[in-house]
T-cell receptor
Framework: ETGVTQTPRHLVMGMTNKKSLKCEQH?????MYWYKQSAKKPLELMFV???????ENNSVPSRFSPECPNSSHLFLHLHTLQPEDSALYLC??????????????FGNGTRLTVT | RKEVEQDPGPFNVPEGATVAFNCTYS??????FFWYRQDCRKEPKLLMS???SGNEDGRFTAQLNRASQYISLLIRDSKLSDSATYLC????????????????FGQGTILTVHP
C-alpha cells in the first residue's frame, strides 16, 4: 500500500545532527499529522496541518520543527535531539469535510534512534 | 481517569477461540470510533469503523455502548495472523473546536493467538 509514504524507514543520529523526516500522501487528503510512538505508551499527537495550516502543536519541544509546503507533503525537521526522543515517528493523513474526520491512514513510520 | 482506556493484556488465546476487547472513553461528546491493528514494528492500520448500531466484517464485530461509554471488538475463530496490538480511537467534535476533532488513541491491547 503506498497511500502514505515516509522516508527514511530508519534513522540513527547523534545529538548534534540535523536531519529531516519526509512524508507524502497520495490520497488527496486535506489534513496531515505527526505522531510519536514510544515503547508501551499510547500514540502521542505532535502536530496537525489542516489545509496546509498548522492548527495544532501539542507542546512539542522546539527541537522538532514541522513544515507543510503543500497538502501532500509534510516534513519534520530534527535538530539537537535527546536520547529520549528515540521512538517511532508516524505520519498520517485524513480527509476533513462537513465537520467530520475520516479515519487516519498512517505511513510506515521512521524508527529514530538518537545516540 | 484516562480519556481512552484499554486493557493492555496480553490476551493469549488458542486458534479458533473467540476473544473480545473493550475500550472505555470518558467524554460523552465523543462521536466517532475506530479500531486499528498494529503489527510489531509496523504502522497502525484501520481495521474497522464502529457504528452506533454495531457492525460486522467477517470474523470481526464492533459494537458501541454510548450509555456505558465503551466500544468493543469481538474476534471469532481466531487465527494465528490475528496476533497484533489492537488500538481504539475516539474522536470528539466540540463546538468551537477544530473541524478534524480531537483524536485520542488507547494504549492498545496485545493479542497473541497460539496453535
Amino acid at each position: 500500500e503506498t497511500g502514505v509514504t515516509q522516508t527514511p524507514r530508519h534513522l540513527v543520529m547523534g545529538m548534534t545532527n540535523k536531519k529531516s523526516l519526509k512524508c507524502e500522501q497520495h490520497l488527496g487528503h486535506n489534513a496531515m499529522y505527526w505522531y510519536k510512538q514510544s515503547a508501551k505508551k499510547p500514540l502521542e499527537l505532535m502536530f496537525v496541518y489542516n489545509f496546509k495550516e498548522q492548527t495544532e502543536n501539542n507542546s512539542v519541544p522546539s527541537r522538532f520543527s514541522p513544515e507543510c509546503p503543500n497538502s501532500s507533503h509534510l516534513f519534520l525537521h530534527l535538530h539537537t535531539l535527546q536520547p529520549e526522543d528515540s521512538a517511532l515517528y508516524l505520519c498520517a493523513s485524513s480527509q476533513v469535510s462537513g465537520g467530520y474526520n475520516s479515519p487516519l491512514h498512517f505511513g510506515n513510520g521512521t524508527r529514530l534512534t538518537v545516540t | 481517569r484516562k480519556e481512552v482506556e484499554q486493557d493492555p493484556g496480553p490476551f493469549n488465546v488458542p486458534e479458533g477461540a473467540t476473544v473480545a476487547f473493550n475500550c472505555t472513553y470518558s467524554n460523552s461528546a465523543s462521536q466517532s470510533f475506530f479500531w486499528y491493528r498494529q503489527d510489531c514494528r509496523k504502522e497502525p492500520k484501520l481495521l474497522m469503523s464502529v457504528y452506533s448500531s454495531g457492525n460486522e466484517d467477517g470474523r470481526f464485530t464492533a459494537q458501541l455502548n454510548r450509555a456505558s461509554q465503551y466500544i468493543s471488538l469481538l474476534i471469532r475463530d481466531s487465527k494465528l495472523s490475528d496476533s497484533a496490538t489492537y488500538l481504539c480511537v475516539v474522536i470528539q467534535y466540540d463546538a468551537g473546536g477544530t473541524s478534524y476533532g480531537k483524536l485520542t488513541f488507547g494504549q492498545g491491547t496485545i493479542l497473541t493467538v497460539h496453535p
